[in-house]
């Protein structure tokens, strides 16, 4: 399982992608949340994780091994 905490007043949508583009996991979430992704099903390789919220876009590389 992966947990995410936005920070305390922060908005934004969470994202992850395969490499070749396809949507895993999408949610809304709210600051001071903890937002737990179940990626126990995932094949062992690398993800993307993209955060957008107030305006900016973040992305992340994840490695699942």
């Known amino acids: ?3 995410i905490v936005l920070a305390e007043g ?3 949508e969470i994202q992850i992608f395969t490499v070749q583009g ?3 996991f999408s949610t809304k979430a709210k600051g001071g ?3 737990q992704i179940p990626c126990n099903q995932w094949a062992s390789g690398v993800y993307y994780l ?3 919220g107030d305006g900016k876009i973040t992305t992340k ?3 699942k091994e």
Do not use: C
Request: net charge positive; no cysteine; hydrophobic share 45%.
């Open 1 to 3: 399982i992966l947990t």
């Open 10 to 12: 922060k908005t934004g």
């Open 22 to 24: 396809q949507l895993l």
């Open 33 to 35: 949340t903890s937002i």
């Open 50 to 52: 993209k955060l957008s």
């Open 61 to 63: 590389k994840l490695v």
